[in-house]
């Protein structure tokens, strides 16, 4: 089971930190990701991880400005999010998989999802 927290409404150059707790895993067992979904839009990969968090992917969309970063000992892992701008906006997901890629279909564990307002 996955835990996605941390989202909330800010402003237009703020930041947030999201966290992804697992439970009843290790997490260190799976490949793990952030997607995002804004309304009317489809589900997009935003950052993911390797399961030793050595290397990592990110959407051109927020490279430079987001850190996908992981806590095996802590089954956690994190999405600092700095920079945020209004396209920004929409609820994120965390997912666990067992395969590396950037298809929604590659992962197999979601979490509820959290809100991400940018406002300007």
């Known amino acids: 089971q996955l835990q996605a927290s941390g989202g909330g409404l800010v402003q237009v150059g703020g930041s947030l930190r999201l966290s992804c707790a697992a439970s009843g895993r290790s997490a260190s067992d799976y490949v793990m990701g952030w997607f995002r979904q804004a309304p009317g839009k489809e589900r997009e990969i935003v950052a993911h991880i390797t399961r030793s968090g050595g290397n990592t992917y990110y959407a051109d969309s927020v490279k430079g400005r987001f850190t996908i970063s992981r806590d095996n000992a802590k089954n956690t892992m994190y999405l600092q999010m700095n920079n945020l701008k209004p396209e920004d906006t929409a609820v994120y997901y965390c997912?666990?998989?067992?395969?590396?890629?950037?298809?929604?279909?590659?992962?197999?564990?979601w979490g509820q999802g959290t809100l991400v307002t940018v406002s300007s």
């Open positions: 997912a666990a998989g067992t395969r590396w890629g950037t298809s929604v279909r590659l992962y197999d564990s």
